[in-house]
């Protein structure tokens, strides 16, 4: 039996990934607060316990044969080195367009600005609908830039709209739902294919919709 090593999205992620693989015997034994790689109960498979961004490149050079990471993630970085063979349904949200309540943003003379830590996705967006915008970058707290002045929107991730509201903002538009998926190395899944089909048939049984 080959050794699987799988990529796993710490944060929020990885609170709903573990259930789904409890439901396979492949809770990780170890620390996955503090350690980086933990071995799980099936000794052919263990664990990397990483920042969800980083989870395609470790897949995409092959330090780990699969892994789980956000939709937004792979949209972002968007990379035809990784097979997408399943999606999880856990950790779903969408992303979308927020504004101030009551700022009706972008009839304006100057481009529109918008404060994301999604340029990739923002940009496409706005250029499918004809729109220029100028995109600023930022790391987090995206509810902030509209209050002080630096956008006039943002592009983020909203699950319940509570943060959103919290800060006096609400969604102009929904870009796209947001789940979960699983990602494969294109080489692992040719040299490792009945360890990976068999992991994928069994983990597709409890991630339904
Ligand atoms: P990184 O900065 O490396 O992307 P992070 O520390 O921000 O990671 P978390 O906030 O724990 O990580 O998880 C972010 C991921 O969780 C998102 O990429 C998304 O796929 C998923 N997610 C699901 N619901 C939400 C939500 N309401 N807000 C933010 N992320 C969510
Ligand atoms: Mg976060």
């Known amino acids: 039996m080959s050794?699987?090593?799988?990529?796993l999205s710490k944060g929020r992620i990885l609170e709903e990934s573990l259930p789904l693989l409890a439901k396979l015997g492949l809770e990780p034994a170890g620390?996955?607060?503090?350690?980086?790689?933990?071995?799980?109960?099936?000794?052919?498979?263990?664990?990397?316990?990483?920042?969800?961004?980083d989870v395609p490149t470790y897949v995409e050079y092959g330090a780990?044969?699969?892994?789980?990471?956000?939709?937004?993630?792979?949209?972002?970085?968007?990379?035809?080195a990784l097979y997408e063979p399943l999606d999880l349904n856990i950790a779903r949200c969408r992303l979308s367009v927020a504004a101030r309540v009551?700022?009706?943003?972008?009839?304006?003379?100057?481009?529109l600005r918008v404060a994301t830590k999604y340029p990739e996705i923002a940009r496409r967006h706005f250029a499918a609908k004809g729109e220029q915008v100028e995109i600023i970058k930022l790391y987090g707290s995206m509810e902030l830039a509209p209050l002080v002045g630096l956008s006039d929107v943002i592009v983020d991730l909203v699950a319940t709209g509570k943060t959103l509201k919290a800060n006096g903002m609400e969604e102009t538009e929904i870009?796209?739902?947001?789940?979960?998926?699983?990602?494969?190395?294109?080489?692992?899944?040719?040299?490792?294919h009945a360890a990976i089909q068999d992991l994928l048939e069994r983990i597709a049984k409890v991630s339904g919709p």
């Open 3 to 7: 050794q699987i090593t799988i990529a």
């Open 31 to 53: 620390d996955i607060d503090r350690l980086l790689r933990v071995p799980s109960r099936d000794k052919n498979v263990s664990f990397l316990i990483i920042r969800p961004t």
């Open 64 to 80: 780990a044969d699969m892994g789980i990471t956000g939709k937004d993630v792979l949209m972002e970085n968007g990379s035809d």
């Open 102 to 111: 009551g700022h009706k943003p972008g009839n304006g003379t100057r481009r």
């Open 175 to 192: 870009i796209c739902q947001v789940s979960s998926r699983i990602v494969v190395n294109k080489a692992a899944m040719k040299m490792k």
